[in-house]
Nanobody, 117 residues
C-alpha cells in the first residue's frame, strides 16, 4: 500500500504563487503515474496535472503555462502554482496510480488552496 500526504496549501492573493508537495510512502515501487487533482465546492474532481514515471507531463488547459508538476526519485511530487486565479480555489488532491489494474488508485487527504480576488 501507498500513503500520500499533501502539504503547501493556503491562502494567497490573485497573482501569487504556492507550491504543493505530496510525500509518498509505503510500496512506492508499485507507482506508475502521479498527479494532482482538484475539487471546488459543488464541482466534480478534475485532473490538474499528471507526471509519468519517465517524467512526461500533461496539464489541464486551464493551468497550462501557470502550473508545473515535477517528481523526484523518491516519488515526492510537487505542483508549482504561479499566477494564481480565484478560479483555482479548490481542495487539491495527490494521486498515485499503481502498476496493477487490479489495485485502486491511492489518494491523499487533500490540501486547501484559496485564492482571493
Amino acid at each position: 500500500q501507498v500513503q500520500l500526504v499533501e502539504s503547501g496549501g493556503g491562502l494567497v492573493q490573485a497573482g501569487g504563487s504556492l507550491r504543493l508537495s505530496c510525500v509518498a510512502s509505503g510500496s512506492i515501487f508499485s507507482i506508475n503515474d502521479m498527479g494532482w487533482y482538484r475539487q471546488a465546492p459543488g464541482k466534480q474532481r478534475e485532473l490538474v496535472a499528471v507526471i509519468t514515471r519517465g517524467g512526461n507531463t500533461n496539464y489541464a488547459d486551464s493551468v497550462k503555462g501557470r502550473f508545473t508538476i515535477s517528481r523526484d526519485i523518491a516519488n515526492t511530487v510537487y505542483l508549482q502554482m504561479n499566477s494564481l486565479k480565484p478560479e483555482d480555489t479548490a481542495v487539491y488532491y495527490c494521486n498515485a496510480a499503481p502498476n496493477s489494474p487490479f489495485v485502486r488508485d491511492y489518494w491523499g487527504q487533500g490540501t486547501q488552496v484559496t485564492v482571493s480576488s
